[in-house]
């Protein structure tokens, strides 16, 4: 179903790999996480990175590694999933609002522009104010956010693609309905909304990271990166790998969401 | 009984200055009444701006007048019920000219060619193949083009796909809207041929739509003159021009030996 | 009628990587008449208007010599190559629209042609502007001067870069496939107005098209050009009736007579 293998170079293949590498890490966290991630043990508090602790550990002697491998769920897991929810609820409002256009498309469209006025940082803020910090009304904030942004999108996406002669000529050749969306929208829309959705992907986990980092997101002691690194900047003289590792593996994951993304150029054959 | 019975068809479009104005109405039809008998080829010609496409959409039935009938095989295209208009659809297509946007970027020639077979037939898909291969065949393609995309295709060959695609499901009536005034000389003399051809042998009836008096008077058996929106003289392909309009466009016409020149002195 | 030389073009060839676009082009064009240019897409003749312009695209390279006036134009400076490049030689495209810049108005484009090749006031140049197009018959140029190009028509916008290039007087147009994108009654204004042009300035036309028709009504001399190749050159009338080349017999067998 995704015919992206043709399109891709070499720089966004070794990112897709590297990233699927990544989330396989991810999924099989608890089986191949060297200890326990949770596991206090004052008395190994700041060990030096060894065999049995790969990363050393951090302030309550939990084995950092291995707080790195779950995090990627709550990092790139998490992203994942507001990404698709957010596409998933994007695609019937803009489908709908593109459509019926009139009325409901002029609301849409101010209601829109007001909301994306407002810096995420400060829409997030206000909606974890009223529903109260933790990762599951982060997760719900963000997608709220993502999914305004994608259905304006798409409703441009749909309304560009409706105005084309060949939607005229496929409707003339009797396609209407779902026919029309699957075999005419579908395949035209596809190319450009993965581009969106891969780059806003290390966007999310940044966001993530940062809303966590400032305690609005994931409570302690779940090991997401940017609340192992607030978790350390107390640390940051003695002891700055707590911040640098975790703090490292946000870049690569985002840089590397950004190769595949900004090297896609849609080949239309 | 007609094929196709236009009666007073108006269009007006609405365009809004700003929030506070007023809605201002501008006419592209007017009072645009006519008919076309079965086996016709009825010429459409008039100069850019004289509503020629608009009246194409509305009697394929994709624009609404905003008042007016338009009746084809007896059915009131913009009243009909679903199954009714699912049969018009069967017997009304149509041939626009920019060939290339006409097309889904997206799909190769042969899925393009097939798609009126998968909603109007039940046909298996070898069928399909071969139904395809057929079609390709009628417009004087080669089979290997059926799994290319659209750009790699030459503008005449994009029109002879277009013109695969239309008459798919064998319809009565296509409507061909400049069909072939984006195409190099030879090219238009090649497909009017071909769709004289087509016309006989699968006893089609055309609506040719164009601003070139020349290729209209090739091919039509009756002409309608457009001007500014209005039906302005309609006559068989023989007669001569009286409309001022009509008069315009035929002096338009280019000569085909320097000897024809008109000397403006 | 003492012909006079304008333009030579001797043994042109233009390649990109590996394929020649033209192939040994040897063409001339005499003040006071137009040379028809006819092909098909793909013949190679708007490659050679650019040629002639030197602007041909920068991975093409091209050999031969172009002489204006007996001066080579693929060995002046950048310089004098502007300086013949809109004030001699005038180059009228296809699409009006895109010549033109969205966002300055007519009487912005007239100003930035002429002052680029004269020093003028501008009411000069709004007097040279509107007398040029009251002679292609425009009507309103005054008002028409304060008008974006997107406002205005096809077959206006045509007319009005037409205008633009009459006010240079230059000595030579070049008008590459001016009436394909205008209906018939636009096009025969147009072409009227080369006609027009051509009488009045003694300005030699080369009028490339890919329509037999534009070269009945226009041109004095005609050039075919088929797969790169200068393939049949002859003055009009023996063009159309004594055809030499496989050709042009065919593409004269295609003109829709009726």
């Known amino acids: 179903m995704i015919k992206l293998h043709k399109s891709l170079n070499g720089k966004q293949l070794t990112s897709i790999t590297l990233l699927t590498f990544i989330g396989g890490l991810g999924l099989f966290a608890p089986f191949i996480m060297p200890n326990d991630p949770f596991l206090v043990d004052v008395s190994k508090k700041f060990l030096e990175p060894s065999w049995a602790y790969p990363l050393g550990t951090d302030h309550l002697g939990r084995c950092i590694l291995s707080r790195i491998l779950l995090g990627i769920r709550y990092s790139l897991g998490s992203a994942l999933f507001i990404q698709l929810v957010a596409t998933f609820f994007a695609i019937w409002i803009g489908a709908i609002v593109a459509f019926k256009r009139g009325i409901i498309d002029y609301f849409f469209i101010r209601i829109c522009d007001i909301l994306l006025a407002f810096p995420t940082l400060v829409l997030v803020f206000g909606l974890l104010g009223i529903l109260g910090p933790s990762l599951k009304n982060l997760l719900l904030a963000l997608i709220f956010t993502q999914t305004v942004y994608y259905s304006r999108v798409l409703r441009g996406l749909f309304i560009s693609v409706h105005a084309k002669e060949f939607i005229k000529a496929a409707k003339i050749s009797g396609t209407s309905g779902v026919k029309l969306i699957l075999r005419h929208f579908v395949p035209n829309i596809k190319a450009p909304m993965l581009t969106i959705i891969s780059l806003d992907l290390g966007k999310v986990i940044l966001e993530i990271a940062g809303f966590s980092f400032i305690g609005l997101g994931v409570q302690a002691p779940t090991p997401e990166w940017g609340m192992m690194i607030s978790e350390g900047k107390q640390y940051i003289r003695l002891h700055p790998e707590l911040m640098l590792y975790p703090g490292i593996a946000i870049i690569i994951v985002v840089l590397l969401f950004n190769f595949i993304s900004r090297q896609s150029k849609q080949v239309d054959h | 009984m007609a094929l196709l019975e236009v009666t007073n068809v108006e269009k007006y479009y609405h365009q809004r200055q700003s929030f506070i104005q007023k809605k201002l109405e501008i006419p592209v039809l007017q009072q645009v009444t006519f008919s076309l008998q079965e086996g016709e080829c009825l010429g459409v010609v008039g100069q850019s701006g004289s509503g020629k496409s608009t009246l194409a959409r509305i009697i394929l039935g994709i624009e609404n007048p905003t008042s007016g009938i338009v009746r084809f095989n007896n059915v009131n295209l913009y009243q009909a019920s679903s199954k009714e208009k699912k049969g018009v659809r069967r017997d009304l297509q149509a041939v626009f000219q920019n060939s290339f946007n006409s097309f889904n970027p997206k799909q190769t020639i042969a899925e393009i060619i097939e798609e009126p077979l998968l909603n109007f037939e039940n046909f298996s898909k070898s069928e399909r193949q071969r139904k395809v291969e057929e079609l390709l065949n009628c417009v004087e393609l080669e089979n290997n083009i059926a799994n290319k995309y659209p750009s790699q295709l030459s503008g005449g060959q994009q029109q002879r796909v277009n013109i695969a695609r239309a008459i798919a499901i064998k319809p009565k009536l296509i409507v061909l809207d400049e069909a072939i005034s984006s195409l190099d000389m030879i090219l238009q003399k090649n497909i009017l041929q071909l769709l004289q051809s087509l016309q006989k042998q699968l006893k089609l009836s055309y609506i040719f739509i164009s601003h070139d008096l020349n290729v209209i008077r090739f091919i039509s058996d009756r002409i309608l003159v457009m001007h500014k929106g209005r039906l302005v003289e309609e006559i068989n392909k023989n007669d001569p021009f009286k409309h001022p309009a009509s008069l315009e466009l035929y002096d338009a016409i280019l000569p085909s030996h320097p000897w024809d020149r008109q000397k403006t002195c | ?258």
């Open chain 3, 1 to 258: 009628m003492e012909r006079k030389i304008l333009l030579q073009v001797k043994d042109l060839n233009v390649q990109i990587g590996e394929q020649e676009i033209l192939s040994s082009i040897n063409l001339t064009a005499n003040k006071g008449r137009i040379l028809g240019i006819i092909g098909e897409s793909g013949s190679g003749k708007s490659m050679l208007c650019q040629a002639i312009m030197q602007s041909i695209p920068a991975v093409a390279k091209s050999t031969g010599q172009i002489l204006f006036q007996n001066t080579d134009l693929s060995s002046v400076t950048k310089e004098s190559l502007r300086d013949y490049r809109g004030r001699h030689i005038s180059m009228i495209t296809q699409n009006p629209l895109v010549a033109f810049d969205s966002i300055q108005t007519i009487e912005m484009h007239f100003r930035e042609t002429l002052k680029a090749h004269y020093v003028l006031t501008k009411k000069e140049i709004r007097q040279i502007a509107i007398s040029a197009m009251n002679k292609v018959n425009l009507p309103n140029p005054e008002k028409l001067l304060q008008y974006y190009p997107f406002q205005l028509s096809g077959g206006m916008l045509q007319r009005v870069m037409i205008a633009l290039s009459f006010a240079m007087q230059p000595k030579l147009y070049i008008a590459d496939e001016p009436t394909t994108a205008l209906d018939t009654v636009n096009q025969k204004k147009i072409l009227t107005l080369f006609n027009q042009i051509r009488d009045e300035t003694n300005a030699a036309i080369i009028l490339v098209t890919h329509d037999l028709g534009v070269i009945a009504e226009l041109a004095d001399e005609v050039a075919v050009m088929y797969k790169g190749e200068l393939i049949e050159q002859a003055n009009v009338f023996d063009f159309f009736d004594a055809p030499q080349h496989w050709y042009t017999k065919k593409l004269l067998q295609s003109r829709i007579t009726f």
